[in-house]
Every structure is written in C-alpha cells, then in structure tokens.
C-alpha cells in the first residue's frame, strides 16, 4: 500500500494526486490528517544568515514565506520537501539549507538550524492507495468518487442535487480538467457515508441521469473532521 498527499489545510486539494487516482487502477482504502511542522536543515549547524541557496517543495516555500523573504536568497524547487534534504545532504556546499521535517533531518544526517519555521499551523491529509478496494464498513465512513457531467446548463448543479436531498454530507468537490480535451472538466467529490448504505445507493442512482461517467475511487473509514 502506498501513501499520497491528498489535501492540505492551507492550500487545498493535491492535484497531483486527484490525477494519479483518475488515471490509475488503485482505490482509496484509508485516510489520515497529520500537522506539518516546517524546519530549516542543513550539512553543518551554520547560523541562517550564512544560507544562500534554499530548497525545497514549492508549496512549502509558500507555506514559509517569511522565512523565504527574510533570507532573500536563491529558491530552488524540488518534488517533494523529502528531495531537498536529500539533495543537501549529496551536496556539498555548505551554504545550502532545505525546507524539511525533522524526519528528514534524521534520515539525511543533516542539522536543524531552525524549528517550526511556517507562516502558520498547516496540516495535509494524506490517503493510503492499494490496487484493491475495500468492502468492509463501519459507523463513520467516507466514500470517494469522480464524475463527469453533460455538457449543459445546470448539470452541475442537478448532479449533486441528490447528496443534499438525501442527506448526505458533502466533504470535498474537486474539479480537474479532463486529459486529452479541451475545456471539458471532472469532479472529483469525498461525502460522508458507505457506497452500500441505502440514502448513498439512491442518490448515486439519481445522479447518473446528470452524468456521463461516475467512478468510485474507494471507500474507506473517516479519521477526522475537515
């Protein structure tokens, strides 16, 4: 089972990882919402006025933009803030710090020069991915899913039309430009509740009259609140 980004509290939804979902064989089969706590690493326990090159994953360089204009020095984006630690420790310019976990710090052998250095608390949801789907259930479940509506005024707004008339609360709506066309877009959506639950099998029922294409990413049990 493999563990992806799915959300985070500041910057909304991954969507990188609504695509990989979209476009390959694996199902959602658990979630779980962890804070982040952004430090600045380095080779050597140098002070921060003595960094010049900065690396790290984009959105952590927005999450930490204090710190990235009070040093005024050089940003280099890397794919994960794990990638940057890494590179640092590989390099060996000593003026050089990344944007990491104190996980990273420990993995990498580099230094802490600096702790908690984010703009504000953040947190990301991540979701565990498995090429099988889970059929189990319990009191308090979450289902994921995408769809494509008719191209056609007010289909939209018909399609979810079913979730609030039956209940269903409504975690997350996503919307992804489709690959391979042209201004055509899906929703990627997260509800409260279990595809076997009665209210959930009938609004599905009523929401493919408004839809073209409805797939289920998973089904797995909710850890919190968002």
Same mark, same amino acid.
Request: proline share 7%.
């Given at each position: 089972? *493999?563990v992806?980004?799915? %959300?985070?509290? +500041?910057? @909304?939804?991954?969507a990188?990882t609504?695509?990989?979902? $979209? %476009?390959?064989p694996?199902?959602?089969?658990s979630?779980?919402? +962890?804070?982040?706590?952004?430090?600045?690493?380095?080779?050597?326990p !140098?002070?921060?006025?003595e960094?010049?090159?900065?690396?790290?994953?984009?959105? =952590?360089?927005?999450?930490?933009?204090?710190?990235?204009?009070?040093?005024?020095?050089?940003c280099?984006?890397t794919?994960?803030?794990?990638?940057?630690?890494?590179?640092?420790a590989e390099?060996?310019?000593p003026?050089e710090?990344?944007?990491?976990?104190? =996980?990273? =710090?420990?993995?990498? *052998? +580099?230094h802490?020069?600096?702790?908690?250095? *984010?703009?504000?608390?953040?947190?990301?949801?991540?979701?565990?991915?498995?090429?099988?789907?889970?059929?189990?259930?319990?009191?308090?479940w979450?289902?994921?899913?995408?769809?494509?509506?008719?191209?056609?005024p007010?289909?939209? $707004?018909?399609?979810? @039309?079913?979730?609030h008339?039956? *209940?269903?609360?409504?975690?997350?709506?996503?919307?992804?430009?489709?690959?391979?066309?042209?201004?055509? $877009?899906?929703f990627d959506?997260?509800?409260? @509740?279990?595809p +076997?639950?009665? %209210?959930l099998?009938?609004?599905?029922a009523?929401?493919r %009259?408004w839809?073209?294409?409805?797939? !289920?990413?998973g089904? $797995?049990?909710?850890?919190g609140d968002h």
């Amino acid at each position: 089972m *493999g563990v992806l980004p799915i %959300e985070n509290s +500041l910057h @909304g939804p991954v969507a990188e990882t609504h695509d990989l979902l $979209y %476009e390959a064989p694996l199902s959602i089969v658990s979630e779980v919402t +962890l804070p982040i706590v952004h430090c600045l690493l380095a080779r050597n326990p !140098i002070q921060t006025s003595e960094v010049k090159t900065l690396r790290s994953n984009p959105v =952590a360089f927005d999450q930490c933009r204090d710190l990235v204009h009070a040093l005024g020095v050089r940003c280099i984006p890397t794919a994960t803030t794990a990638d940057a630690a890494r590179e640092i420790a590989e390099n060996d310019d000593p003026t050089e710090a990344a944007i990491a976990s104190v =996980a990273a =710090a420990e993995r990498f *052998g +580099l230094h802490v020069i600096a702790t908690d250095v *984010g703009d504000h608390a953040a947190f990301t949801r991540f979701v565990g991915i498995a090429p099988h789907t889970r059929v189990d259930r319990g009191a308090r479940w979450r289902t994921a899913l995408s769809f494509v509506t008719d191209h056609q005024p007010g289909s939209l $707004y018909h399609a979810l @039309g079913p979730f609030h008339r039956h *209940g269903l609360n409504l975690v997350q709506l996503v919307s992804r430009p489709i690959p391979q066309s042209t201004f055509r $877009y899906r929703f990627d959506m997260v509800l409260d @509740g279990h595809p +076997l639950d009665a %209210e959930l099998q009938t609004a599905l029922a009523e929401m493919r %009259e408004w839809t073209r294409e409805v797939r !289920i990413f998973g089904s $797995y049990p909710a850890t919190g609140d968002h």
